[in-house]
C-alpha cells in the first residue's frame, strides 16, 4: 500500500453537504468553484486569525505562557464580569460565523475547523451556565498556588525591564486574587462551599507562599523571594542597580503580595468553621444537571453517570484478570489483594526517600524518555521539533500538585515541553509505575501530542493550542501501552506497572460516578482504590481527594482511551495486511485535539479512502 495520508478528509463523514450549492453548476465551473472556496476559506481563516488575537488581547499571562514579550507587567482580569463578559464575547463570535459564512462553501480543513468551533463554543456556553457550582479554589488548583507557580516558572528576567515587569506584576497581586476571592465569597453565599477537608489544604498552601524571608524573620527564603535573588542576580547590569531592584521587589512582597494571602488565608479559615463533609457534586443547588454537563465536557459523549459506572466496574475487572496472569509469572502465592500490598510495602520498588534518591528517580524518568524518542520511526510520521525536559515539582506546591503533570513548550522554541514530577514522598512514585508514567506524560503521550498540534501549519490558533480532555488523556493512556508493542517494558513488575496505571484510570470511572452521583463519601471512595487498584495509600487519597473538587475529569481518560483503542481495532480490521500504524498515527494526531465522535468520522473517512487507494 503506498505511503498516502489520509488526514483531516471529513468532507463527507463530517455531514458536509456538497462544496458549492447547485447554481454554481459543474464541468466547466470547475475553476470558478475551486477560486471561491479557496476565498471563502481564507476568509474565515482570516477571521479566526483576529478572534484568537481578540481573545489574546484579554488575557496577558497567556501571552506570556505562549513566549510573547508584551504584558510583561500585567495579570489577567479574573472577575466574575469579565468572566461573563468573554462568553458573551463567545456567544457573538458564534452567530457572527453561522451569520456571515457559508460552510458549504470551505475546503475540507476550513470545514472542519468551522464544526469545532461551533462544538467548542456550545460546549463553553453550556459549562458556564453551571460554572456557580465550580470551586474557585481548591487544593489542586487555583489562583492562590497558580500564580506563584506562573511567576516562578514563565516570567521572564532576562533584562532590568523584565525585573520591573515582575515587580509590577507582584504589585497586581491584590488585584488578581482580589477578584478571585469576590468570586468564592459569592459562591459562598449562594451555599456552595468547598467540603471540609479542603479547607485546611488549601490555607496551608497560602502560607506556603508567604512561609519565609522576606516575610517572616527566617533562614529560608519564600518561594518568590528565591526566585526573584536568582534571576536578578543574573542580570547584566550593576551591583547598585540590582540592589535597588531587589528592594522594590521585597517592597512589593510585602506591600502587596503578603496582604493579598492573608486576606485569603482568613477567607478560608472563616468558611471552613461552616463548611460540611459532604463530598459529591450531588449536595450543590442543581447538582444532578451540573454533573451531568462535567461528564458531557469532560468525555464529548452522551454517556450518563450509571454507564460510565458499568465500563468501569467491567475494565477494572479485565485488567485484573490480566494482573493475574502476572502474578503467575512472578511466581506470587496470594491475592490480588495480598500483591498489591507487597507492590506498596517492599522497599525494592521505591527509591530512597532522599534527595539522592529524587536525583536518581529523575535519571531514570529521563533515561526512559530519551530511549522512546530514539524509536519512533516506526510508530509515527510526524514527530514534534520541541524539545522535552523533566522537572520536578517545586517544595513550595509540593502538598498540592499532582502526582504528575506536563505543560506545553513555548511557541518560539524558547521554552521545552515539561514533564513535572511530585517527588515529595518517593513512595508515591513506585519504581514499577515509573515507566508508564514517563511515556504517559512524555514521549509517545502528552508531549507528543500537544507539541505536535502546537507545531502544526495553516490550522486556526485555536485548533493548535485548543484540547479535549478525553482526547488529549486519552491518547496520553493509549501512549502507555504503545511501548508493549515493542518490547519496551523489560519485566514483570514494569509490565504490571502499566495494567497498574491502566486499572488506575479504569477504577476513576467507578469512583467519579461513585462520589458524584451515587453519593459515596470519601472513605468509600478510598476503599474501593485499595481493594482493586496496586497505588500507594497516600498517592490513593490524593487523587480521591482531587475527584472531589474536580467532578468529572476524572472520567475523560479511559473513555478516550477506549474510543481511540476502538478506532484502532477497526482500523486493523478492516484494512487487514495493508493496516499501517504510522497512518492511523497521523490521522489520530494530524487535526490537532478533537471531540470523540469527531475523531470517530475522521478514522471512519480515512479506512474509505485507504480501501480504495488499494483496489
Not at 75 to 89: C, P, T, Y
Not at 197 to 202: E, L, M, R, S, T
Not at 339 to 349: C, E
Not at 461 to 489: C, M
Amino acid at each position: 500500500m503506498k505511503n498516502t495520508l489520509f488526514v483531516a478528509t471529513a468532507l463527507l463523514s463530517l455531514g458536509a453537504t456538497p462544496l458549492l450549492s447547485a447554481c454554481l453548476g459543474s464541468g466547466a465551473d470547475i475553476p470558478q468553484r475551486e477560486e471561491l472556496v479557496k476565498q471563502e476559506s481564507e476568509r474565515l481563516n482570516d477571521w479566526f486569525k483576529a478572534r484568537y488575537e481578540e481573545q489574546l488581547a484579554r488575557s496577558p499571562m497567556s501571552r506570556t505562557y505562549l513566549g510573547m514579550a508584551d504584558g510583561m507587567d500585567q495579570l489577567d482580569d479574573v472577575s466574575q464580569i469579565a468572566i461573563d463578559e468573554e462568553m458573551a464575547l463567545a456567544n457573538n463570535w458564534l452567530n457572527e460565523m453561522r451569520r456571515d459564512f457559508d460552510v458549504d462553501r470551505l475546503d475540507e480543513q476550513s470545514r472542519l475547523s468551522y464544526r469545532l468551533f461551533e462544538v467548542d463554543i456550545e460546549d463553553q456556553l453550556a459549562t458556564h451556565a453551571v460554572s456557580q457550582n465550580d470551586y474557585v479554589f481548591s487544593h489542586m488548583s487555583g489562583p492562590h498556588t497558580g500564580l506563584p507557580s506562573f511567576l516562578i516558572n514563565y516570567a521572564k528576567v532576562d533584562s532590568v525591564k523584565g525585573a520591573e515587569d515582575y515587580v509590577a506584576r507582584l504589585r497586581a497581586v491584590p488585584t488578581y486574587l482580589g477578584q478571585a476571592q469576590a468570586r468564592a465569597e459569592a459562591q459562598f453565599q449562594n451555599g456552595v462551599s468547598m467540603p471540609k477537608f479542603v479547607y485546611a489544604k488549601v490555607s496551608d498552601a497560602a502560607r506556603n507562599v508567604i512561609s519565609g524571608a522576606p516575610f517572616e524573620d527566617s533562614e529560608t527564603d519564600s518561594p518568590l523571594w528565591t526566585d526573584l535573588q536568582a534571576k536578578i542576580g543574573k542580570l547584566d547590569t550593576t551591583a547598585d542597580r540590582k540592589e535597588a531592584l531587589l528592594a522594590d521587589a521585597k517592597d512589593a512582597l510585602l506591600t502587596y503580595v503578603q496582604p493579598a494571602y492573608i486576606s485569603l488565608i482568613s477567607m478560608f479559615d472563616q468558611q471552613a468553621g461552616t463548611a460540611t463533609s459532604d463530598d459529591g457534586a450531588w449536595k450543590l443547588d442543581g447538582g444532578e444537571d451540573y454533573y451531568n454537563v462535567r461528564l458531557k465536557h469532560y468525555t464529548t459523549t452522551e454517556l450518563t453517570a450509571d454507564e460510565i459506572h458499568e465500563i468501569g466496574l467491567r475494565e477494572v475487572a479485565r485488567i485484573q484478570d490480566e494482573m493475574r496472569d502476572i502474578m503467575k509469572r512472578v511466581g506470587f502465592d496470594g491475592t490480588l489483594k495480598e500483591f498489591f500490598s507487597f507492590l506498596r510495602t517492599d522497599p525494592q520498588f521505591t527509591f530512597p526517600n532522599t534527595d539522592d534518591g529524587r536525583e536518581a528517580y529523575m535519571a531514570e524518568a529521563t533515561a526512559i524518555i530519551d530511549d522512546m524518542r530514539t524509536r519512533l520511526d516506526s510508530l509515527f510520521i510526524t514527530k514534534p521539533k520541541a524539545d522535552m525536559v523533566v522537572k520536578r515539582v517545586e517544595p513550595f506546591r509540593e502538598d498540592t500538585a499532582f502526582g504528575a503533570f506536563y505543560n506545553s513548550p513555548a511557541l518560539d522554541g524558547s521554552r521545552p515541553g515539561t514533564y513535572y514530577i511530585n517527588l515529595k514522598d518517593m513512595a508515591d512514585q513506585p519504581k514499577f509505575l515509573m515507566q508508564a508514567l514517563a511515556y504517559h506524560e512524555g514521549i509517545p503521550g502528552h508531549h507528543m501530542q500537544i507539541a505536535i498540534a502546537q507545531e502544526l501549519e495553516g490550522l486556526p490558533k485555536f485548533r493548535t493550542l485548543g484540547g479535549h480532555t478525553p482526547f488529549i488523556e486519552g491518547w496520553a493512556l493509549y501512549s502507555e501501552a504503545i511501548p508493549k508493542e515493542l518490547g519496551l517494558y523489560t519485566d514483570p513488575y514494569k509490565e504490571f506497572g502499566q495494567l497498574g496505571m491502566e486499572i488506575f484510570r479504569a477504577a476513576r470511572l467507578v469512583v467519579d460516578t461513585g462520589i458524584h452521583s451515587k453519593k459515596w463519601d470519601r472513605e468509600k471512595a478510598v476503599q474501593y482504590y485499595l481493594d482493586n487498584i496496586p497505588n500507594p495509600e497516600g498517592d490513593v487519597r490524593a487523587e480521591i481527594d482531587r475527584y472531589i473538587v474536580w467532578p468529572g475529569q476524572a472520567t475523560a481518560y479511559m473513555i478516550g482511551k477506549l474510543k481511540i483503542e476502538e478506532l484502532r481495532k477497526r482500523a486493523e480490521s478492516e484494512l487487514g495486511a495493508d493496516f499501517d500504524v504510522r497512518e492511523f498515527h497521523e490521522v489520530v494526531l494530524a487535526n490537532g485535539s478533537v471531540p470523540l465522535s469527531i475523531l470517530e468520522e475522521l478514522v471512519d473517512d480515512y479506512i474509505v479512502n485507504a480501501k480504495s487507494e488499494t483496489k
